[in-house]
């Protein structure tokens, strides 16, 4: 092996036989010597214990003080992010790496990571609140803030356990998010979009109210994943920026049962695009443009029909508080909505259900009504 460090050139010899196999391994050792390297971090004698080398460059280090050191956090955050970026889609790695070059690495890039105090971070995150959001020029909302800090938080604590100091980041909670209400549409909306949208879109808005798939779900939903015969609807991948990736998570993948008029929906869709791909996509057989869709289809016919503009993702919404109106059971609900357990349905949607069903406490009073005497003339005159 064949390197340089402390700018001086340094030659080790292994008992290994010369074969293609261990090749490749002395060239993924040597590698990941040149990254430690590069952050500070090689030891001679770790690797080679017993070279005439190892002496010398121990001595060197403790009088210079290199073996506490410890890597900037540009340097370290690029080996962090190469590291999960195979357990990541390539979405979810460009958004982190995005959050890295413009927020992360310009307040941090320089500093070392066991040199990253409690308050650089405090001030860190108080910084973002001015900082320009999309929206009418309004500071970063608290959700978007949590989600800058959550990669720092992971790079500190990484590098803590690396490199044996106490992570900066304990002991920082998350912002509170505020609870934002969903906004389903009624009965009524539905049948009057369903009845009145463009023709070529029924049978799409038909499907995204009555199955909850989301909106990359549906846009990259394929017909190698829809069962006729059993009469599901197979969730296994997502449009994601125009490819198709694995769904959002583990839990995502699923079965949807298909109701009559998402059925027929399908048989009629398979009619028009049977020969591409991708269930719903434009003439030449790409997927279909979400932002296109909202814009020149959704957004239009709310006006039209002087509905409360809201986004299309309330279509999923929409299929939660119908399920749970007609009395499906909940735990199968969860599965049609690819939730793990019922936690987040009684959380987000039950609040729904009185309104669509009209049961709001009726019930309750008709069965006191039959097995006690409720008649408040009755309690006057007994308490008189």
Avoid at 102 to 112: S, V
């Amino acid at each position: 092996m064949d390197f340089r460090y402390m700018n001086k050139r340094c030659r080790e010899q292994t008992s290994l036989t010369d074969t293609a196999a261990n090749r490749r391994k002395l060239q993924r050792l040597l590698e990941r010597i040149q990254a430690e390297i590069t952050l500070g971090t090689f030891n001679y004698e770790t690797y080679f214990p017993n070279s005439p080398l190892a002496a010398g460059f121990n001595n060197v280090a403790i009088r210079t003080g290199a073996m506490s050191a410890t890597p900037i956090f540009k340097e370290f955050s690029t080996l962090w992010l190469s590291e999960m970026k195979i357990q990541w889609r390539p979405s979810h790695y460009d958004t982190i790496k995005n959050t890295l070059d413009i927020h992360l690495e310009p307040a941090f890039g320089n500093m070392e990571v066991s040199q990253i105090r409690k308050v650089d971070i405090l001030n860190f995150r108080s910084s973002l609140a001015s900082v320009s959001g999309r929206k009418n020029g309004t500071g970063l909302t608290a959700s978007r803030i949590n989600h800058i800090m959550t990669p720092l938080r992971m790079i500190l604590n990484e590098a803590s356990d690396r490199y044996d100091f106490a992570s900066p980041y304990q002991g920082i909670k998350s912002l509170k998010v505020p609870r934002t209400d969903v906004e389903p549409f009624t009965l009524e909306e539905v049948k009057a979009i369903i009845n009145n949208v463009r023709k070529d879109f029924k049978n799409y808005y038909t499907i995204r109210f009555f199955t909850g798939l989301r909106t990359g779900e549906i846009d990259g939903l394929k017909w190698e994943y829809i069962d006729f015969d059993r009469k599901q609807i197979l969730v296994r991948e997502a449009l994601v920026r125009g490819k198709s990736a694995y769904t959002k998570n583990d839990g995502s993948q699923r079965e949807i049962d298909m109701s009559s008029p998402v059925y027929e929906a399908l048989k009629f869709q398979f009619e028009v695009t049977k020969n591409n791909d991708y269930v719903f996509c434009t003439r030449n057989g790409n997927p279909l443009s979400h932002s296109n869709v909202t814009k020149r289809v959704w957004y239009p016919l709310l006006r039209h029909l002087e509905l409360r503009k809201r986004r299309p993702y309330q279509t999923r919404h929409t299929a939660a508080t119908l399920w749970l109106a007609s009395g499906e059971s909940p735990e199968w609900i969860a599965r049609q909505m690819g939730h793990t357990t019922t936690e987040m349905l009684f959380r987000v949607y039950s609040r729904y259900v009185p309104n669509l069903t009209r049961q709001d406490g009726s019930a309750f009073d008709r069965l006191l009504d039959m097995h006690f005497d409720t008649n408040t003339q009755g309690v006057s005159d007994e308490i008189n």
